[in-house]
């Protein structure tokens, strides 16, 4: 167990609709990572968190936006579904003190993801 | 952060050692190491890193060359439940933006 959590654990829906995902973090940690897995494109990050604040943007659709709240917690939201956006969603949270020494790790935990199916 | 190249697939008998290879010839001074392993569609579950120095926990031991142009990922004694995707990837550590660009990964079966 990694101390992320996932909500919901499987999703499924209809194209045309909107949906949100939801992860906590570890306790403590100040970064949230966003990452999809489809069936034929792999790890793909999408978008990082910091204390709230957008620190960087992977292959995130237009259509896709996150937030992290005061508490830390994320959500990802997907909106005009397409069969496409089916993959498996994972949450990702790292300590992250910005400012550090670029020597020290900084080491990401995973959440055991959202199964997203788009019918 | 720089490429890695890693076996597409590997095998190793229970109880043996798996040995996971990984080029990383164009690592840079401040990169570092990591292993990652990912169990059918469960989230990647992080195994060892280092920087330059061999490391050693619970999970593995990480074996990294002089040059720090290559390391090996070592199970010590693999059971089935070791049978996973294993990914090795290369990155600064911390900065203001520390994506992690995951490989295509060493699917490595166990068999008994």
């Known amino acids: ?119 | 952060d720089a490429k890695t190249t890693q076996p597409t697939s590997m095998d190793c008998a229970e109880g043996r050692a798996a040995n996971l290879p990984c080029n990383h010839s164009t690592i840079s001074g401040n990169e570092y190491v990591y292993w990652y392993r990912q169990i059918h569609s469960q989230g990647p579950q992080y195994i060892i890193h280092g920087l330059k120095n061999n490391e050693t926990n619970e999970m593995a031991s990480l074996i990294i060359t002089e040059d720090r142009k290559s390391s090996t990922l070592i199970l010590p004694h693999a059971t089935l439940r070791d049978t996973a995707v294993y990914y090795c990837i290369v990155r600064v550590g911390r900065s203001s933006a520390s994506k992690i660009i995951f490989g295509s990964g060493t699917r490595l079966s166990i068999r008994p």
């Open chain 1, 1 to 119: 167990d990694s101390g992320v959590t996932q909500t919901p654990k499987h999703l499924i829906t209809a194209t045309g609709q909107r949906v949100t995902l939801r992860c906590s973090p570890r306790s403590g940690d100040l970064s949230v990572y966003w990452y999809q897995q489809s069936l034929d494109q792999g790890l793909q990050f999408l978008i990082q968190y910091y204390n709230g604040e957008e620190r960087a943007k992977g292959n995130i659709l237009e259509r896709f936006s996150a937030q992290q709240f005061p508490d830390l917690h994320s959500e990802l939201n997907l909106s005009s579904l397409e069969l496409g956006d089916s993959a498996l969603y994972f949450c990702a949270s790292s300590p992250h003190l910005a400012g550090g020494p670029r020597t020290t790790a900084d080491t990401q935990y995973f959440g055991p993801g959202t199964r997203l199916t788009v019918l």
